[in-house]
């Protein structure tokens, strides 16, 4: 099949290509089983044999062994599901950064801005799927009145929500009918019934998009949707990243394997999913609003609790396949100080990522560094710089507020220079202390604008998604960079700010070699303290350092 960009740079969902012969080297396995595998291997899974609850026990675990960065959990004795379809759960798979590397093929000693950079570069080479005759997810198929979600141990994660949430880390898989483009998209959904689930569908979403357009045509207005449960985690990795409409994330999947993701043909809806996925939900959604249903709350992102259930448009279930004793995925949702979410280092490290490819895209010069701090879960950005222009942060500003990823992100944006350390938050405030000048443009207000209807503190007038299709934000820009409004001074070298206070490279060298007889501590710095210390390179590249 044709493997080709259209004009429009967006690609054809039949631009996958058919698997080749056996002929060669033949790909990996990939499944989530041998994720799990690896996980093991690497001492990063445990399998709990102690008896559980579905009921919140499975989320007050997940929740303290996130905290303390423990390793992924398969629990294989819940109650009520000792002998249902599926009785094994299996979550917080990429919720500790060794886990994150060991996906990404990367030393454990890898820093976090080699992680997004890696990420950023590998999101460059899109490699696209291969269709298959078949895959263990078709082991079982289930039909008709055969159809039943309370075979699988779904979880209730907190204590207001409206009840058991099945769709907390999977792919929810649409097709723009125009486009026949694939997404793939993490969005919740609840279990209603035996065969119907939830969901919550915002129209700026890349499913939303496709719902609307399904709306408007004149008959068949039905959106098909496949849900993946258990894949490799790369595919809640990704269908939980903003990347552009542009993008499909089954290309991005592929980038991060180094092999093309295999997809099998779905029975009842004209879509694909991963012939290896350990459970797969087939069904449509019908917009009409007469069939919604009630759906919620659901504590979310934020890490608040949810507010009222409200009616959604619900996925009516027509198809459940799945392999031999099936294992559910899910995660826990609700970052805070202290207690993050399963979600936390998919922001910290791919919406990163995409950020600063969406900002180079744009073409935004300069950026160096980006950062979405994990307990923000996107709502906060940090950019760094290498200043070439006046207006350079306002421009970043600007360029991710005008993103489909905007609904959910960058409500606050802060932009600094190069000496600046955008994951240490005493850098940052220390440049916000120090560079920032509120009444001289540094800080901008911006708005109203859509955003999240989910953010506590968007007021409940300004959240309802069936009247407004979004939330309401006012953003804010932090501009803690140098202003090159100052006036040049001759005092410091003619330059708009003093130099920053550092040792000389030639006394610090000759501390770190006494280091040791001095008898004060066994270690010195770090190679990169070292260079903050002295900014030998830094220097070459900022005058005011």
């Not at 001492?43 to 044999?49: D, E, F, I, K």
């Not at 398969?74 to 299996?90: A, C, K, L, Y």
């Not at 501590?521 to 070459?540: A, C, G, I, N, S």
Request: aromatic share 8%.
């Amino acid at each position: 099949m044709d493997t080709s960009y259209s004009d429009r740079g967006v690609r054809d969902a039949s631009a996958t290509v058919e698997a080749p012969d056996n002929t060669g080297a033949p790909a990996e396995d990939i499944s989530m089983r041998t994720w799990m595998d690896t996980l093991e291997d690497a001492g990063q899974l445990r399998r709990v044999s102690a008896k559980v609850d579905w009921d919140l026990e499975i989320a007050a675990i997940a929740r303290v062994n996130i905290a303390k960065q423990g390793p992924g959990l398969v629990f294989n004795n819940i109650r009520d599901h000792e002998s249902t379809t599926g009785t094994r759960f299996f979550t917080c798979g990429i919720s500790n950064k060794t886990q994150i590397r060991l996906m990404l093929g990367l030393p454990e000693d890898a820093t976090d801005k080699q992680v997004v950079r890696h990420l950023k570069d590998r999101y460059r080479e899109p490699m696209p799927p291969v269709v298959v005759p078949s895959g263990p997810t078709k082991e079982n198929i289930v039909k008709g009145d055969d159809i039943d979600l309370w075979q699988f141990p779904t979880v209730r994660w907190h204590e207001s929500d409206g009840g058991r949430f099945i769709d907390t880390f999977c792919g929810v898989i649409t097709q723009d009918p125009e486009t026949r483009r694939d997404n793939i998209g993490l969005y919740r959904g609840q279990v209603l019934d035996r065969n119907k689930i939830g969901k919550l569908l915002v129209p700026t979403q890349g499913w939303g998009d496709h719902f609307m357009k399904y709306s408007e045509r004149p008959s068949e207005n039905a959106m098909p949707v496949a849900v993946a449960h258990g894949w490799h985690d790369v595919l809640p990795f990704c269908a939980g990243s903003p990347f552009p409409k542009s993008v499909c994330e089954w290309d991005m999947m592929g980038a991060i394997l180094g092999q093309p993701v295999e997809l099998v043909e779905c029975e009842t809806v004209p879509l694909r999913v991963p012939a290896s996925t350990e459970i797969v939900v087939e069904g449509w959604i019908d917009p009409d609003p007469a069939t919604w249903e009630m759906e919620g709350p659901f504590a979310d992102y934020p890490g608040y609790l949810g507010g009222k259930p409200s009616p959604k448009p619900v996925l009516q279930v027509t198809a459940i396949t799945h392999r031999n004793d099936p294992v559910l995925r899910g995660a826990l949702e609700g970052a805070r100080p202290g207690f993050p979410s399963e979600d936390s280092l998919l922001c910290c490290y791919s919406w990163s990522a995409i950020a600063w490819n969406v900002l180079q895209d744009a073409g935004v010069s300069g950026v160096t560094d980006v950062w979405m701090p994990p307990v923000s879960t996107g709502v906060n950005i940090i950019v760094q710089i290498n200043k070439k222009y006046r207006g350079q942060a306002q421009q970043i500003g600007t360029a991710l507020w005008g993103t489909s990823m905007g609904q959910w992100f960058f409500k606050n944006v802060i932009v600094v220079e190069e000496d600046i350390d955008i994951r240490d938050w005493e850098s940052v405030e220390w440049a916000i202390a120090f560079r920032v000048n509120a009444g001289r443009d540094d800080v901008w207000l911006v708005g109203p604008t859509f955003g999240s209807p989910l953010d506590p503190s968007t007021f409940p007038e300004d959240r309802s998604v069936p009247e407004y299709g979004s939330g309401k934000w006012t953003r804010m820009l932090i501009d803690a960079t140098r202003s090159w409004e100052h006036p040049r001074n001759p005092d410091w070298d003619n330059n708009r700010w003093p130099e920053l206070n550092k040792i000389n490279p030639e006394l610090e060298a000759k501390v770190a070699a006494r280091w040791v007889e001095y008898g004060i501590t066994p270690d010195y710095l770090t190679d990169e303290q070292r260079e903050m210390l002295t900014m030998v390179e830094l220097k070459k590249r900022l005058k005011e350092v």
